[in-house]
């Protein structure tokens, strides 16, 4: 039981980072079809970018407040990443949006080979530590089982982040504007929404919440590599689905249901650890045979 | 000058397709082991390419795994040749015949899928490759070292064993290829699966039976990869699990939407840009050389803004692009 609810603590843990990057995924594929594969390197700019404002501003002692470091840093790396998301989208996607669907894919690997260069140009090859201690090491017991003070507060940020986002687009005029043009492009433009600025938030958004989630996994496990993004961000794409892509909602329900499958699985079956990844895989696959629009989608007919 | 470019132009265009030719065949003897090599991946890739050109290019079917298929045949040349001591040409047809099989098995449950959720399929299934191939579970693909001592090819007590026997055993495969696949584009089956990839519905109306067409381009498709697996295995003799990545699929996928989709010309000028630029680049830009990639990822963005239906497409693939522009302008 105890090992139970570790392995269950841990999974909400993960699974609270898969969310946060699914986000990304299913707010660009609801609104332009498309699956951003430079999505996860944008999370790792983040996680980087993370890093750097950490040894600036707390290690330094330029900000003597712990909270309010952490404030500025979280505002300012997912500050940053948003505009590296808009300007993405607006030099690698939007010239081919009439360009069908393949042209797009190469030009967002071609992203993600740029972004992953970029970094390994500016901090080198190696992996990065996040310096040790940054938020005091404090645990509760819950039945036996740990939770940390880093699992709590990645646990409350995103909830937070989530419960916002969420609020975003369903309770205000951009928000409905989001969930417009979604449906369908023409008819938003005719209702007088500006399609092309809809867009541009959307690339502000997701990437914005894939940098917090970079910066919470620096602080989690500590190191980072200008590699991680394409594993982190499959598994958040698996999540993605697993809840229905371009379901808001089900991008949460999926990224905490995989991280909660996958850590359980690691823990239980034999060589789980080992497997690990290929679970994510084969729910994918089951997902998509049985049931493509994942568990929260709903029924679209296909456009022939 | 332009009285010479013109000149050029008026001649017959069969002395270029020759010249072209000797180029080919002259080019290792005036070459360095090095570009020969380069020249060797190139063949496998472009061999790659072409197989992939049959599921994506002309029965437009998104496949992002097809790395999985590639490892398949390697992977089964590389275990029968050093458990059973099968020689390489025996085990060539053997591995494509496992990799059609193995391409029946996973993509039969999947026919019905569209688009880009057959495209998140292919990943999956191309991962669980990889991890199958890296944690060994039945005891035979070697874990995380792979495979080594595969044998060199021979034929009548000839070895492949110098890299310009492999220039020239690859470029028989490629030529060949390149015929086969000429002939499967304009065939009864290859107008299908164009008409596949314009109109399913239309396709299917017409008396086209879609699932089983798609799943041919599938098990051909698949059955070349397992040849590529085969010349692959053989030229290095060592494989491992972290060669039949998810990154090569992409380039993969890359090398035929780059070149062009659905066009053979387009998949080897593809190859040249995907496998063989980042070589040139090695060389030119050597002082910087870690800015390679960059340049490179860079150049893929670039590419599709500028060219987005590829360096050298079919025509009927232009003009299906045209017309969709035409539409919408309108």
Same mark, same amino acid.
């Given at each position: ?7 269950? &603590? #841990? ?5 609270? +980072?898969?969310?946060?990057?699914? /986000? =990304? %995924? !299913?707010? *660009? ?5 498309? &699956? #951003? ?5 944008? +999370?790792?700019?983040?996680?980087? /970018? =993370? %890093? !750097?404002? *950490? ?19 979280? /505002? ?229 | ?330």
């Amino acid at each position: 039981m105890e090992f139970f609810l570790q392995q269950a &603590i #841990n999974g909400i843990t993960i699974g609270a +980072f898969y969310a946060l990057i699914a /986000l =990304g %995924y !299913t707010m *660009v594929y609801g609104i332009l079809k498309l &699956i #951003n594969f430079a999505h996860g390197d944008l +999370f790792m700019v983040g996680s980087y /970018l =993370g %890093y !750097t404002l *950490v040894i600036a501003l707390i290690i330094s002692g330029l900000i003597p407040n712990l909270l309010v470091a952490l404030l500025i840093i979280f /505002l300012m790396a997912m500050g940053m990443v948003a505009l590296t998301g808009a300007l993405l989208e607006r030099v690698a996607y939007r010239p081919l949006r009439k360009a069908g669907r393949l042209a797009p894919v190469v030009s967002a690997l071609g992203a993600s080979i740029f972004l992953q260069n970029v970094v390994m140009l500016i901090y080198g090859p190696r992996y990065h530590v996040y310096p040790k201690g940054i938020l005091p090491d404090i645990h509760w017991s819950i039945g036996g089982a740990y939770v940390t003070l880093v699992q709590l507060a990645t646990l409350v940020i995103s909830i937070l982040l989530m419960g916002g986002l969420y609020f975003f687009i369903q309770r205000t005029r951009l928000g409905t504007a989001i969930r417009a043009v979604a449906l369908d492009h023409d008819t938003a433009r005719l209702m007088g929404i500006d399609v092309n600025r809809i867009i541009t938030l959307v690339f502000l958004l997701g990437p914005a919440l894939g940098a917090a989630g970079g910066i919470m996994i620096g602080l989690y496990y500590g190191r980072i590599n200008f590699t991680m993004g394409w594993g982190y961000g499959l598994k958040a794409f698996v999540a993605a689905i697993l809840g229905g892509i371009g379901n808001i909602p089900g991008a949460m329900v999926g990224g905490f249901l995989l991280g909660i499958f996958e850590t359980l699985a690691a823990g239980y079956l034999p060589w789980g650890g080992a497997w690990k990844d290929a679970i994510a895989f084969l729910i994918l696959i089951l997902i998509l045979i049985l049931r493509p629009t994942g568990l929260l989608g709903e029924r679209v007919v296909e456009k022939i | 000058m332009k009285d010479l470019f013109l000149r050029l132009k008026g001649i017959d265009q069969r002395w270029w397709y020759l010249a072209l030719a000797l180029g080919i065949i002259l080019f290792p003897w005036f070459t360095s082991n090095y570009w020969i090599s380069v020249a060797v991946f190139f063949g496998i890739y472009a061999l790659l390419g072409l197989s992939l050109n049959i599921i994506l290019g002309y029965a437009g079917l998104f496949q992002l795994g097809h790395a999985a298929f590639w490892a398949v045949g390697a992977y089964t040349t590389a275990i029968l040749n050093t458990r059973y001591g099968i020689p390489i040409f025996v085990t060539l047809p053997i591995s494509a015949l496992v990799s059609a099989l193995f391409a029946i098995l996973i993509t039969k449950p999947i026919l019905h899928l569209r688009g880009d959720y057959l495209c998140l399929v292919t990943i999956g299934f191309g991962e669980i490759v990889r991890l199958f191939l890296f944690n060994d579970p039945l005891g035979i693909t070697g874990g995380i070292n792979g495979i080594r001592g595969i044998d060199r090819p021979s034929i009548f007590g000839f070895v492949f064993h110098q890299p310009i026997h492999y220039y020239y055993l690859t470029l028989a495969f490629v030529v060949f290829t390149i015929f086969a696949m000429r002939r499967l584009e304009n065939s009864r089956l290859g107008r299908a699966w164009i008409y596949v990839r314009e109109d399913e519905l239309a396709a299917e109306a017409m008396g086209i039976d879609t699932t089983q067409v798609k799943l041919l381009a599938f098990i051909i498709g698949a059955a070349w990869a397992g040849v590529a697996g085969t010349l692959y295995a053989s030229r290095y003799t060592v494989i491992a699990p972290e060669t039949f990545s998810f990154w090569n699929s992409c380039v993969m996928f890359c090398i035929v939407i780059i070149g062009g989709v659905g066009s053979i010309p387009g998949v080897l000028v593809g190859t040249l840009g995907m496998v063989v630029l980042p070589e040139l680049l090695r060389d030119v830009l050597e002082e910087v050389v870690q800015w390679r990639m960059l340049v490179f990822g860079a150049a893929m963005m670039l590419m599709m803004i500028f060219r987005p239906e590829g360096f050298w497409p079919s025509p009927i693939r232009r003009h299906e692009l045209r017309a969709a522009e035409l539409t919408a302008s309108e």
